[in-house]
């Protein structure tokens, strides 16, 4: 087996040939070892190349087969030079390497000694957000919007869910009411919620929003498009303030059940929570497509719910309809932020 030399293996035939009768022309060969010219031609062409067989000094046209010592040795030498080299360029990877990595974890360590850290791709943000799940050591919060969750969203939550189970961390969670338009999250939570996580579901929620042990935050950059990028908020201030309007908001919302949430009781001119958080988004200026997300629902659906609001409160503009719904008292008791 002398590929590793570069030999192939019918060239390590002829070559083994000619150590035995020196005298062999490619007539010789080809007789001897049963071959088509062409193919006894080319091994003699590696042999020439590899040095094994020179031209003859004494017989010119001729060739002269060189001896192992000398020629196999040769080769064996080249390959181990050729090693040892690479080798040497390895380990001054390595050094290099070593060197990346140090000004790597220097820069994150920078980073992180920040109040606010910019992630940027949904590849680095589902991987910080792994390593916060896997620091996490108490809690973790979380505000879940977009209403009906991806199949690929439900599937990537699902190992960190059993990861933070298994350490004991709680876990709570809040969702929009709209989820339980969609089965497959509906069936999502009931997984969640045998598996430790506590699930409550509201009409609307501020924002995207992780709580790792109530010490740092994980918010979106642009709530439409939360795989732009993210936020990481720490500081005391900040995730005090965020820690309240999480606490708000659960104590407000409708623990889950598995079906669909049990509104609390209200007379019946009152306004469901849904209701309650349309009025209050319009009220504050936002477009049908800001109040839709932040319901999770459709555009359609969200101009739905508005007209019929607006039918039951005999009003020709949402202003009015504002107006009048302050008036009775339907937007006193309003549930989320």
Known sequence: MLEPLGLGAHAAEVYRAMLKRPDYGVEDLVSTLGWQPEVVRSALDECVRLALVKPSWDEPGQLRVVSPEIGLQALLSRQENEFLERQKRIAEARIEVARFVDEYTAA????????????????????????????????????????????ASRRASRPLCEELAQRGVVMRSVYLDSVHNDPGTVDHLRWLHRHGDQVRTTASLPSRM?????????????????????????????????????????????????????????????????????????????????????????????????????????????????LRAAQLGWLSGSETV
Not at 135 to 151: K, R, V
Not at 266 to 285: D, F, K, M, N, T
């Open 108 to 151: 994150q360590q920078r980073l992180r000694s920040t109040v606010i850290e910019r992630i940027m791709g949904l590849d680095d943000i589902r991987s910080r957000i792994e390593e916060f799940t896997q620091e996490c050591e108490t809690e973790l919060l979380t505000f879940a919007t977009g209403g009906p969750q991806t199949e």
């Open 210 to 322: 992780l709580l790792f042990d109530r010490t740092h935050a994980v918010l979106p950059i642009d709530p439409d498009a939360s795989a732009a990028g993210a936020l990481v908020l720490r500081g005391q201030g900040v995730i005090a303030v965020l820690c309240e309007l999480f606490d708000r908001v659960w104590e407000c919302a409708i623990p889950f059940s598995g079906g669909r949430p049990q509104p609390r009781d209200r007379g019946e001119e009152e306004l469901s929570g849904q209701e309650q958080a349309v009025l209050r988004l319009l009220g504050e200026g936002l477009t049908d497509e800001v109040v839709a997300r932040k319901l999770g629902v459709s555009v359609r659906t969200g101009r739905r719910i508005t007209a019929e609001l607006m039918g039951r409160l005999g009003a020709r503009s949402r202003f009015q309809a504002g």
